[in-house]
């Protein structure tokens, strides 16, 4: 069965800071991989996804996430994060062709100061 | 495009109860899978419906069951309600297929918030 860690459980930055949260994966085959954010009192949301390609992939608000297939890796970044990133963050994985079973780590909450 | 809807958004039952949630998917998405959200456990997968089939299960026990209907919504339904399910069950629903291809990319709703007591 796979799995996923995020190491980062919480992590506070001082706006404008540039942000790398920590995403690996275990499993032995090709996987789709997945990070979404969860403001305070909302629902979770895309932020981007990876399937296959270009392994460098850009979501919104500024986010881009790298995919190491070597390290099992798909870690999330923002050159200058902002208050309003203040949310916590999901990284998952589902295998390719499996039906539409996630996989998630723990998240990791970030808080942005002004 | 209206997203994935969940009723009640707000649930109190006490032990031993049964409990029934709704969710309905995006136009057009035909996969739903539901998830469990506990401070403790995270986000775990409970099961996914496609056609109105059972596709896949998680590790949660049979008092969790679940169905999906022709026009593609479904229902969660927990019996005899413990206090360790308390939690914010979600929903998600995606596409599943599109020109035979996979494009699984799930989009969650807002949730039910249950409280056991």
Same mark, same amino acid.
């Given at each position: 069965?796979?799995?996923v860690?995020?190491?980062?459980h919480h992590?506070i930055?001082?706006e404008?800071a540039?942000?790398?949260l ?6 032995g085959g090709?996987?789709n991989?997945?990070?979404?954010v ?7 949301q ?8 270009d392994?460098?992939v850009k979501?919104?608000k ?11 890796s798909f870690?999330l ?5 902002q ?6 963050y999901?990284?998952a994985?589902?295998?390719?062709g499996t039906?539409s079973?996630?996989?998630f780590?723990?998240?990791t ?6 | 495009?209206?997203g994935? %809807? &969940?009723?009640p958004?707000y649930?109190?039952?006490t032990?031993?109860?049964q409990?029934t949630? #709704?969710? /309905?998917?995006i ?5 739903v899978?539901?998830?469990?959200q506990?401070?403790?456990q ?10 109105? %089939? &059972?596709?896949?299960k ?5 008092r969790?069951s679940?169905r999906?209907f #022709?026009? /593609?919504?479904?229902?969660m339904?927990?019996?005899t309600l413990?206090?360790g ?12 297929l599109q020109?035979?291809i ?8 807002p949730g039910t ?5």
């Amino acid at each position: 069965a796979q799995s996923v860690s995020q190491h980062n459980h919480h992590v506070i930055l001082s706006e404008a800071a540039s942000l790398e949260l920590g995403c690996n994966y275990s499993y032995g085959g090709t996987v789709n991989l997945f990070w979404y954010v969860q403001y305070p009192g909302q629902h979770l949301q895309l932020l981007l996804k990876y399937f296959s390609g270009d392994p460098l992939v850009k979501g919104i608000k500024g986010f881009e996430a790298e995919f190491i297939k070597s390290k099992f890796s798909f870690n999330l970044r923002k050159p200058s994060v902002q208050w309003s990133d203040t949310a916590e963050y999901f990284c998952a994985v589902n295998p390719t062709g499996t039906a539409s079973k996630l996989t998630f780590g723990t998240g990791t909450r970030l808080q942005v100061t002004l | 495009k209206a997203g994935v %809807t &969940q009723t009640p958004r707000y649930l109190i039952k006490t032990r031993g109860q049964q409990v029934t949630l #709704s969710c /309905s998917p995006i136009s057009g998405h035909r996969s739903v899978s539901w998830y469990q959200q506990t401070p403790g456990q995270g986000l775990q997968f409970l099961f996914e419906y496609f056609s109105e %089939t &059972q596709r896949n299960k998680g590790n949660f026990p049979g008092r969790f069951s679940g169905r999906q209907f #022709s026009n /593609s919504r479904s229902e969660m339904n927990v019996s005899t309600l413990e206090l360790g399910d308390s939690a914010l069950y979600l929903c998600a629903s995606s596409l599943s297929l599109q020109r035979g291809i996979r494009v699984d990319t799930q989009y969650f709703g807002p949730g039910t918030r249950l409280t056991v007591l």
